[in-house]
């Protein structure tokens, strides 16, 4: 058998996800693995919990990172939350929403969904009048920054309304997270998830989650077992929740992907050397360049402006145009990765992401220049030029 090793080829990932990946962190992963019940390795995860603590902005002990991606993140909070016969009011406008409602099910729990239109926030008023017309219901669901689409939601007032109908609340923070303003403690959120592979520059596999204190007295008091072994809290807490870096008091629960967690634990270094609010900023700052230069190449933004997500700009295709074939030409020639639509804006939007590593200057310029050329190419007139200096224009101060 002929083998050699895979050698990727270069790439900007300005899609979705998973970002560019900081070198820093990269670097970090080639670092030599040691056991993952090693008492330095304990005490770096002690400040990992704590590095996680500053983005989030939370003091809950139970703060730790899943090891495996955001969707076990998900996971996490519905199978230890919900119980046989909860009802869950699901917040939907796109696909992540549609994936909180299949966590519910399978939890055996009664999703309630209420669905807004994609490319638009969920409405607190459709929340509100689920709340009232379920009295019994215990837990809402919503995702701060729906990819698939774009929109940010109102999560501070959602979480809000849900407490006043004593419900507790599980938020997707996937993409939020480092990328919008989000405060887990002061909009009192209860459970919270997030990736490693989007705002934290980081390679994907890892998911960030958060329980305070209320909902971890749900999951020790619960009824019924968590059906599912691995991502069982009242199991996993006996490794991640040993007292300190090195008394052994930690206890075998599956092997931590050890590297993977230098890597995260150097992405939040970078995070905090470089200012949680400052990180929210830099997203915001280039979102206004990308989107001018998008402007200028005649192209629009589909997301109303007050609920658009800095770090995920889905873009209209204009009529007549082959969104695969150019997003294929970005990919063959510039080596430029941006997303397809999914679900019903399939074929209608690329999604252009501009998250963590990915949110720099020289990807917006590399962005706009290689797509006003291709959509030149293809005979749909752009203006290249007018897009560079609108960009330029916002970078420059
Ligand atoms: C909002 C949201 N939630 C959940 C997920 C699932 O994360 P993963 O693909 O890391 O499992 C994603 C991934 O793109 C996401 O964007």
Sequence with gaps: MQVSSFQPPPRTLMGPGPADVHPRVTAALARPTIGHLDPAFGAMMEELKGLLRYALRTDNPLTMPVSAPGSAGMETCFVNLVEPG?????????????????NVVRCGGEAVVIEDDWGRAVDPQ???????????????????????????SDVKTLVELAHRHDCLTIVDAVTALGGSPLEVDAWGIDAIYAGSQKCLSCTPGLAPVSFSERALAKVTSRSTPVQSWFLDLNLVLGYWQGNDGGSGKRSYHHTAPVNALYGLHEALVMLAEEGIEQSWERHHRNHLALRAGLEALGLELVVPEAERLPQLNAVAVPGGVDEAAVRARLLATYDLEIGAG???????????????????????????????????DMGHQADTGAALSAAQSLLAR
């Design 126 to 152: 459709k929340l509100e009048d689920a709340l009232k017309a379920h009295p019994d219901a215990k837990l809402v669901a919503c995702v701060h920054a729906e990819t698939s689409t774009g929109a940010c």
């Design 86 to 102: 909860d009802k869950v009011i699901v917040c939907s406008n796109g696909v992540f929403g549609g994936r909180m409602r299949e």
């Design 342 to 376: 999914l679900g019903a804006l399939a074929g209608k939007v690329w999604r252009i992401g501009l998250m963590g590593y990915s949110s720099r200057p020289e990807n917006i310029l590399l962005c706009l220049g290689a797509l006003g050329s291709v959509l030149n």
